[in-house]
């Protein structure tokens, strides 16, 4: 059963990451004219039409990572420890608190994105978003990571 889950739970980040990340490219790098290449197609989505998608995906992960969390706990971080891993047990710690503030940062996130979107939060949902897209893209790489040093068994 929790390797069920393990596997939705990345499933779902995946779909959270291609979510943030277009996101992120729309708001940082806006297309510039009409470009019909590949880069210029992924800088010219509507980055608010992203919002609600990534707050439940966000949601779903989180909630998902902390029914895994305590297998990880007894089955994992101990023999990480005992192998001494201790920068890859730190980055999964770092991951678990901005986990946490991402999950803060959300309602001020949808607040900033609402509709219509009002031009004096355009910096604000810029930062929001990169913020979001880090701690995204580092609990994903440091899940992956820590998977593949140790997986449950």
Same mark, same amino acid.
């Given at each position: 059963?929790? @390797?069920?889950?393990?596997?939705? !739970? =990345?499933?779902?980040?995946?779909a959270l990451l291609g979510a943030i990340t277009h996101q992120t490219i729309g708001v940082w790098i806006p297309a510039r004219g009409h470009s019909g290449s590949f880069v210029g197609r992924m800088r010219s ?6 919002? $609600?998608? @990534? ?19 007894? $089955? ?5 420890? &005992?192998?001494?891993?201790?920068? &890859? $047990? ?6 678990? !608190?901005?986990?946490? @503030?991402?999950? =803060? ?9 609402? &509709?219509?979107?009002?031009?004096? !939060? ?21 899940? !992956?990571?820590?998977?593949? @040093?140790?997986?449950?068994?």
């Amino acid at each position: 059963m929790i @390797i069920a889950l393990l596997i939705l !739970h =990345g499933l779902l980040a995946v779909a959270l990451l291609g979510a943030i990340t277009h996101q992120t490219i729309g708001v940082w790098i806006p297309a510039r004219g009409h470009s019909g290449s590949f880069v210029g197609r992924m800088r010219s989505v509507s980055a608010a039409s992203y919002v $609600n998608a @990534i707050i439940v995906l966000y949601l779903l992960t989180a909630t998902l990572g902390s029914i895994i969390y305590p297998t990880y706990r007894l $089955n994992v971080r101990i023999v990480l420890e &005992q192998m001494q891993l201790f920068k &890859q $047990n730190g980055a999964f710690e770092l991951k678990e !608190h901005l986990v946490a @503030i991402g999950l =803060g940062m959300l309602p001020a996130y949808w607040y900033f994105w609402r &509709q219509p979107l009002a031009r004096e !939060h355009a910096r604000a949902r810029a930062s929001a978003t990169l913020i979001l897209a880090f701690v995204v893209w580092w609990s994903f790489l440091v899940g !992956h990571v820590l998977n593949n @040093i140790r997986g449950f068994e």
